[in-house]
Structure formats: C-alpha cells, structure tokens
C-alpha cells in the first residue's frame, strides 16, 4: 500500500494480494529456486481489509487513478505461489470470493 501512488498522465491501478509463499518452487524438489520471502498466514479477513483499503485510497486519489475505479487481485489460482482466490480443499466454502462479494458490495460499486 505504501507503494500506491498515479498522477493524471500515469493513472495507478491498486493491487491487492491474496497471498504469497513461493516454498513449493523452491528448492531442490521445486523449481531450485533460491529460498525467499514468504506470506504463509493469510486470511480472508486480512484480504478483505487490503480490499477496503484500495476501495479507500480510490475514493481519496481519484486523481491518481483511473475513473473506473478499478483494481488488481493477485491471483485466482497460483496455487504454487500460494496467492488463490479459487475455492480449494481447504476453503471449500469460497471465504475469500466472499470477501470480495461482500466489499465491493458495502463500497456501492455497481455492475456495468
């Protein structure tokens, strides 16, 4: 987040990650990657809060941003990298497309 900022020439699209924990292409069982830094305590509430938070910086940078209002989600199935939105074994339940229903829906944005 301390990362976002646009100008009107160069509008910023916020990002928001669901997650990351490269571990399974590091090593020599994965792809023999040097180990690095990971995110393995990922939670919906925690997404859904970064969620709120580019919903936010949006509403208070309309200058820096394009007038859609639109914003990144890494990812929906980088199972490896361990930034998923997708419904898994250990979210059967969909938690974190919930939470993407349920911020955009308190924000007000509307369908095209």
Same mark, same amino acid.
Request: no cysteine.
């Given at each position: 987040?301390?990362?976002? @900022?646009? !100008? &009107?020439?160069? /509008?910023?699209? =916020?990002?928001?990650?669901?997650?990351?924990? %490269?571990?399974?292409?590091? @090593?020599?069982? @994965?792809?023999? &990657?040097?180990? +690095?830094?990971?995110?393995? *305590?990922?939670? /919906?509430?925690?997404?859904?809060?970064?969620?709120?938070? %580019?919903? !936010?910086?949006? *509403?208070?940078? =309309?200058?820096?941003?394009?007038?859609?209002?639109?914003?990144?989600?890494?990812a929906w199935s980088e199972f490896g990298e361990g930034g998923h939105i997708v /419904?898994?074994?250990?979210? =059967?339940? +969909?938690?974190?497309?919930? %939470?993407?229903? !349920?911020?955009?829906?308190? !924000?007000? %944005?509307?369908? /095209?």
């Amino acid at each position: 987040m301390r990362a976002w @900022g646009g !100008s &009107k020439e160069q /509008p910023y699209l =916020p990002e928001v990650t669901a997650g990351w924990d %490269a571990r399974p292409w590091e @090593g020599p069982q @994965g792809d023999g &990657k040097e180990p +690095g830094w990971y995110f393995p *305590d990922r939670t /919906p509430e925690q997404f859904a809060a970064a969620l709120r938070e %580019a919903i !936010s910086w949006m *509403d208070k940078h =309309p200058d820096q941003t394009i007038a859609e209002r639109t914003l990144l989600v890494y990812a929906w199935s980088e199972f490896g990298e361990g930034g998923h939105i997708v /419904p898994t074994r250990g979210d =059967p339940d +969909g938690r974190y497309l919930k %939470a993407i229903q !349920s911020v955009v829906a308190a !924000s007000g %944005a509307t369908r /095209p």
